[in-house]
T-cell receptor, first 113, second 113 residues
């Protein structure tokens, strides 16, 4: 069965620092990949997704992610974080042709001003 | 277009009580699912449905029942609530076409005392 690992559970950064959150999945078939963000007290919002094509995906709010098939990875990046990026970030994977979306355990990001 | 609507937003139950969490979507999505979110565990799939009359178990189905009598509605039933079911519950929907993202509801925060 598909599984997703997010190795950083808590990340603390200062404003303007660069961000990279790791995401690895286990199943090597064709996959769809997602990053979701959950701001305090809110529901999940889609940051970006990869279905096919250019492995470098740009999302909202300056986030991007790179799909590296050989490493089963889909790391999230942002060159310069802001205090408003404080949130929990979830990586999710779906095997193409199936509907079930499998989530990682999440990474809590705290950005200090 | 309301998207995915979950009710109630908050609920406190006593151990052994039953209740139904409601989820409705107005996008004519075939696929609907329920997740529970617990600290440090990400979102785990409880039950899902690929269409009216069809449901299946996810990762953590015990203690929960679902039905899908219409395309729009996908209620989640707790027959006898337990403290271990204290969690935040999210409903999500998607089109059958897997080249499509998911829409999440705003969540139901359930506390079982």
């Amino acid at each position: 069965a598909q599984s997703v690992s997010q190795h950083n559970h808590h990340v603390i950064l200062s404003e303007a620092a660069s961000l990279e959150l790791g995401c690895n999945y286990s199943y090597g078939g064709t996959v769809n990949l997602f990053w979701y963000v959950q701001y305090p007290g809110q529901h999940l919002q889609l940051l970006l997704k990869y279905f096919s094509g250019d492995p470098l995906v740009k999302g909202i709010k300056g986030f991007e992610a790179e799909f590296i098939k050989s490493k089963f990875s889909f790391n999230l990046r942002k060159p310069s974080v802001q205090w408003s990026d404080t949130a929990e970030y979830f990586c999710a994977v779906r095997n193409t042709g199936f509907q079930k979306l499998v989530f990682g355990t999440g990474t809590r990001l705290l950005v200090s001003p | 277009n309301a998207g995915v609507t979950q009710t109630p937003k908050f609920q406190v139950l006593k151990t052994g009580q039953s209740m139904t969490l409601q989820c409705a979507q107005d996008m004519n999505h075939e696929y609907m699912s329920w997740y529970r979110q617990d600290p440090g565990m990400g979102l785990r799939l409880i039950h899902y449905s690929v269409g009216a009359g069809i449901t299946d178990q996810g990762e953590v189905p015990n203690g929960y029942n679902v039905s899908r009598s219409t395309t729009e509605d996908f209620p989640l039933r707790l027959l006898s609530a337990a403290p271990s079911q204290t969690s935040v519950y999210f409903c999500a929907s998607s089109r059958q076409d897997t080249n499509y993202g998911y829409t999440f509801g705003s969540g139901t925060r359930l506390t079982v005392v």
